[in-house]
């Protein structure tokens, strides 16, 4: 069983160092996608939708937070205000109550993600340090970024992927989704032919195929270079995801299935992928992510950054994370804010396809534009 409460970097333990906070909001972020049709296997929203929590002390020091719900790994965006709202008494010391303090060990998945990062933010603000240093030895000054590809038809995929490697990019990840008439193989070649042999493949199905399947279609994909087949087989199977492992010539890379310390660790111990994806929001925050990048080193599993989905804030915060993980293997996928609107936090710039430190205080970015609580458009579609 994980302590939750325990460690420096742990809400309990940065509240402990943060300045006395005087307010605390929470705000939805509604961030509409500039390709309203990007979809993946498990769903397809015209917009993300998450929450920003801001943390304010009396001489108007600022520590932020946001990341987006993650429907299909089960956070939706009231479950996370909720979580937020309890232990939003705690913050401001008006409670400090034994039981209040159990409220804050409560918060966990993406709402824990999103309280640390704020709190982080501060703390490090108010010592006038970019958060990594406050993580451990930094290890890189940026990150290579790769672009993720909406399931679409596989000309339309190729010339979205040519885009991309025009504006500066050397690395896509393809969306599959095992639907008929080989579509997902003909994605693939269509892509390597666009962007030509100099340029590197990953491919994501989500959950969506069978272990044999899976195998054929990695037999020859390999045939075009693709270098990780992410998470071919549905969370659960971890049998199946081991079996991959264990004959794919594509290294396997588990994500749904990695989405707690205690899974990582499992896929670790049993060698079930030959990597994991990291990601803030679904392993419930940076001293998690941190963790189960640790547990991976020592089991020879390899980590990559995974799609941080949502603000620029919260892609700030995983490259804070990137900054001090040894064992990082490039690229990060850590450049989708790229794709959605009107984002109230600015401070990141993505570069000849690399996003880098600011070096600025804190997380590194700064919210710009109001957030009024914007009604969150219903319905969202999940789809099965
Ligand atoms: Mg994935």
Redesign the pocket.
């Known amino acids: 069983m994980l302590a939750t409460g325990l460690g420096p970097l742990a809400p309990q333990g940065l509240l402990d160092r943060a300045p006395a906070i005087v307010d605390v909001s929470i705000d939805n972020v509604v961030l509409p996608k500039s390709d309203p049709t990007w979809r993946f296997a498990l769903a397809a929203n015209p917009a993300n939708v998450g929450l920003l929590l801001r943390l304010r002390t009396a001489d108007g020091t600022e520590g932020i937070g946001s990341a987006c719900e993650v429907r299909h790994i089960g956070f939706d965006l009231d479950g996370m205000r909720a979580l937020l709202q309890a232990a939003a008494p705690v913050l401001t010391g008006a409670d400090r109550s034994g039981d209040a303090l159990a409220e804050l060990d409560r918060v966990g998945g993406p709402a824990r993600a999103i309280l640390q990062m704020a709190l982080l933010d501060l703390v490090a603000r108010a010592q006038g340090v970019p958060a990594h240093q406050l993580l451990g030895p930094q290890q890189r000054t940026g990150v290579e970024l790769i672009r993720i590809l909406s399931l679409k038809e596989p000309e339309e995929m190729a010339a979205v992927a040519a885009g991309h490697q025009a504006e500066g990019y050397r690395h896509v990840k393809i969306k599959l989704d095992a639907a008929p008439d080989d579509i997902d193989f003909r994605r693939v070649a269509a892509i390597r032919q666009a962007v030509g042999p100099d340029f590197g493949l990953t491919v994501?199905a989500?959950q969506s195929y069978a272990a044999a399947d899976a195998l054929r279609l990695c037999e020859r994909i390999a045939e075009l270079d693709v270098e990780v087949f992410?998470?071919p087989v549905p969370a659960d199977d971890l049998d199946g995801l081991q079996y991959l492992t264990e004959h794919s010539p594509v290294l396997i890379e588990a994500?749904?299935a990695a989405n707690s310390l205690e899974r990582v660790r499992e896929i670790a111990d049993r060698h079930a992928a030959h990597g994991v994806?990291l990601k803030v929001p679904k392993l419930g925050g940076i001293d998690r992510t941190m963790q189960a990048a640790a547990i991976c080193a020592q089991a020879g599993l390899q980590v990559r950054m995974?799609?941080h989905v949502g603000s620029q804030l919260l892609n700030a915060a995983a490259l804070q994370v990137a900054a001090v993980t040894p064992n990082l293997s490039d690229p990060s996928e850590l450049a989708e804010y790229a794709r959605l609107e009107d984002d109230p936090v600015t401070g990141l710039h993505i570069t000849d396809g690399r996003l880098e430190l600011t070096g600025q205080p804190g997380l590194g970015v700064l919210v710009t534009t109001a957030t009024p609580s914007i009604p969150v458009d219903a319905p969202r579609k999940d789809t099965p």
């Open positions: 994501d989500n992410e998470q994500d749904e994806s995974g799609a």
